[in-house]
Each structure stands twice: as structure tokens, then as C-alpha cells.
Nanobody, 125 residues
Framework: QVQLVESGGGLVQPGGSLRLSCAAS????????IGWFRQAPGKEREGVSC???????YYADSVKGRFTISRDNAKNTVYLQMNSLRPEDTAVYYC???????????????????WGKGTLVTVSS
């Protein structure tokens, strides 16, 4: 059974940093588009960033210049480095894997095959 497990969430002050990890079992992340999504209370799940099998990256405008996605193939893990965090970044963050999924402004939950259970990020003073 394919599993994606996120970690690294927590409480951080505005301006702080966190690094989220998405570790996979029974699937090779390098073969998939890996997306990071987030969902705040009362809001729809939105795509934040992704990296495809070719290594191309995408960032939503709201996080561009602050978040960085990377992949460690040896560890079969994808990371999301989040800097200069703002209160509006507060959400549950999910990683997802999509076979051949687009990685761009059309990043969407419906194209993803596997999901983690999420990790909570709270940005507050």
C-alpha cells in the first residue's frame, strides 16, 4: 500500500521558517509529480508548489520567493522549505503524488493519485 507521510509542521512566529518533509513508501517519488497543497479552515484545498519527474518546479504566487520545493531521490523524500512565514500561511499542509500530473498553474487535487494525511502549520505570535 502506497503511503505518503508528512512531517515538520508546528507552531512558528511570523517571519519564521519550517521545513516540511514528505516521505514515501511503495512508490518512487521521482516518477511522479509531487505537489504540496494546503487547506485553511473554511477554505478550499489549494496547490502551493510542485515538482515533476523532470525536476521542473512551480510555486503559487502567494508563496513565490518564500517557499522552496526540493527532492532527495536517495531518501525518496520531497521537502518544502518555508521561510518568512505569515499568519495567512496557517493551514494543514498535504503532499500528494500524481502520475503524469501537470505541475504548473493548473496544479490541482483532482490530478493526484496518492495523498498524505497532512501536517498542521500554525503561524502566530
Amino acid at each position: 500500500q502506497v503511503q505518503l507521510v508528512e512531517s515538520g509542521g508546528g507552531l512558528v512566529q511570523p517571519g519564521g521558517s519550517l521545513r516540511l518533509s514528505c516521505a514515501a513508501s511503495r512508490v518512487t517519488l521521482n516518477d511522479y509529480t509531487i505537489g504540496w497543497f494546503r487547506q485553511a479552515p473554511g477554505k478550499e484545498r489549494e496547490g502551493v508548489s510542485c515538482i515533476n519527474s523532470a525536476g521542473n518546479r512551480y510555486y503559487a504566487d502567494s508563496v513565490k520567493g518564500r517557499f522552496t520545493i526540493s527532492r532527495d531521490n536517495a531518501k525518496n523524500t520531497v521537502y518544502l522549505q518555508m521561510n518568512s512565514l505569515r499568519p495567512e500561511d496557517t493551514a494543514v499542509y498535504y503532499c500528494a503524488a500524481g502520475w503524469g500530473a501537470p505541475c504548473g498553474s493548473n496544479l490541482g487535487p483532482k490530478n493526484m493519485n496518492y495523498w498524505g494525511k497532512g501536517t498542521l502549520v500554525t503561524v502566530s505570535s
